[in-house]
């Protein structure tokens, strides 16, 4: 924790003169240059492309329009439905994995007894982090398609469990984003100094009242980081969609509860229309990919922003905060 | 749960005494169980997938990590044996070859790069070119993979598809076709997708070198590069290590990409070839699975593609302990990554 540190004196600026260095030292630092400057341009070389490819195909109507199955490329609608897709497996998938995280983080932190258990769920959610997204996508699929787990999704006349439905993706989705929830509200926690639990407690407060009532509020902007992370992962997922969602262009209900059914029903999200309409996939619309992959990126680029926002806002607040 | 039944009162009282507040047993009690339930979903994570994967291991022993033959073949004639009994018959070391190969080149070149550059970011650069750099590295990492595939599809295939002369071509007909989508341009994805992220890694643990030791060397006259290269790289070799690692496990997990850009055929790329190497298709073994999950439904293709995850998931969790391990000399100097 960079807290701690005395005050640093101001490196004053570059006063070295380069004729002095051997030149071996010389195209070092070139090559320092060179990296950084095309980590630059690859990221502005995307971005603009993607806009000049997305400004070119998204219209108004295509963000609104229903997809039709149509091969003609004219008649074969919007994008309504991926969108809708994308933020109902986002929210969801976040609103599973940030009770959940938070949990395991003030566990490990605060309890973690005994000891040998918290070493083992630090490592599960290490083993989480590490699984590809392919990987656990198959794997919501043999747990899913569990006769007793059938009410979740389709159930055909045989008996046999589809398997693939909105909230089991969730389910799915919602691993993804654990450990970047588990993550950061744990730095959140361990960035908060001791004498803080201990005036606490000194007032007679309980441990859980300690948690509730200042742990808590203090790690918030910590969970709101690892949350936005989270969503931008499961905005971005591929593999479990295809496989979890069902892949179907529209929303498709099952049953006629209402929500329940769009929950158990199969859809498809912004990324696996990308997919789809890619050469890779079926269709070879790219002006749709374009526009789709243009709204994707937007996404996740307000996502990213909203981290940016939240991490430089608490650095400078929670410093203040417990040095008051 | 219990608000549809308001005639009996047990489950008022249940949650009634919910919103009390909670004893500091009764808090641990329920944390702790959260966390044994995701301890308990990753366990079961394994141990469904292996007991999925478990027919192919047994019925091809060691011979599934070998070259037994075409593999294409191999996974068609799983998908229909044409008789009465399941086939079994699989051999990944094309997939296996295909994955070290793309994750080796991507890896291999990222350490280098992502070092140059988190060096960069953290000592050399001009203030307003860091303060670009550092959102924009993880924004590179934020950027979905399907995207990255779509570039690389839409792209970069056609125009590395160009510069394969048909000469070129027609020297290895009728064994794999060159188009533009190969292991090299992969590889080169790949690594785009895997710098940012090590960068971040390695530039985290270089700013928190002591200051003292770097000062110290800069006192003795050495220069800012040998400083940095030889007091703070060295310091945080771990942490390069440890974002390699932890790179490498990405790069073996990512599958949409792959399946996108590397080729789609089940082909070992031969450095033999010559030049030719570089713009041979191959497949690794995530995407293997991307490509062929229509045959999930067919148990003998189900058991084998759960194999192939089954080696992911091992792989990944020797890749994550070997980050850990790789990250232990930090901590003995206090830096924390």
Known sequence: ?324 | MAAGAPTSSRPMAALASLREPWSDRRTEFALGAVACFVLAIVVGMVVFVFSKAWPSFTENGLAWFGDTGNVNQQLDRIQQPGTAEPVYEFGAFDLIWGTVLTTGAAVGFGIVFATLAAVFIVEFAPPVIERILTPTVSLLAAVPSVIYGLIGILVLAPFIGGLVSDDRKESVAGIVSLTGENWTLAAFILALMIIPIMTAIIAQALRQVPRAWTEGAAALGVNRWRVMWTISVRAARPAVIAGAVLATARALGEAIMLAMVSGGSAFAPNPVDGITFFFEPTRPLAATIVFYREGLANPAMAATLYSIAAVLLVSAMALSIGAYIAKQPLKKYGIRT
């Open chain 1, 1 to 324: 924790m960079a807290t701690a540190a005395p005050q640093q004196p101001k490196r004053t600026g570059a006063v070295e003169s380069l004729s002095t260095w051997r030149w071996t030292d010389r195209i070092a630092l070139a090559l320092c240059w060179i990296c950084g400057i095309a980590l630059c341009v690859a990221a502005a070389s995307i971005l603009l492309y993607m806009a000049y490819r997305g400004l070119q195909y998204v219209r108004p109507e295509l963000l609104f329009d229903r997809p039709t199955g149509e091969p003609d490329q004219t008649r074969s609608g919007g994008i309504a439905d991926p969108i809708l897709g994308t933020m109902m497996l986002t929210l969801l998938g976040t609103a599973l994995a940030v009770p959940l995280g938070v949990c395991v983080a003030l566990w490990l932190v605060e309890y973690g007894r005994p000891a040998g258990l918290a070493r083992l769920v630090e490592s599960g959610v290490e083993v989480v982090a590490g699984t590809p997204s392919i990987v656990l996508a198959i794997f919501g699929l043999i747990l899913f398609q569990q006769s007793w787990l059938g009410w979740l999704s389709f159930t055909s006349e045989g008996g046999g469990v589809f398997g693939r439905s909105l909230i089991n993706a969730s389910v799915m989705m919602s691993l993804i984003a654990l450990p970047l929830v588990v993550g950061a509200t744990r730095e959140g926690l361990n960035s908060i100094p001791g004498h803080v639990r201990e005036a606490s407690y000194a007032l007679g407060k309980t441990k859980a009242a300690t948690i509730r009532r200042v742990l808590l509020p203090a790690v918030r902007p910590s969970i709101a980081t690892g949350t936005a992370l989270g969503m931008g992962r499961i905005a971005g997922d591929t593999a479990i969609v295809i496989i979890l969602l069902g892949n179907t262009l529209l929303i498709e209900p099952q049953g006629d509860a209402p929500l329940w059914n769009v929950l158990t029903g199969t859809g498809s999200t912004l990324t696996s229309y990308v997919y789809e309409n890619s050469p890779a996939g079926e269709g070879g619309a790219y002006e749709k990919a374009y526009a789709a992959a243009f709204v994707l990126l937007l996404v996740v680029l307000v996502l990213n922003f909203v981290v940016a926002r939240i991490v430089g806002g608490s650095h400078a607040a929670r410093s203040n905060l417990w040095s008051r």
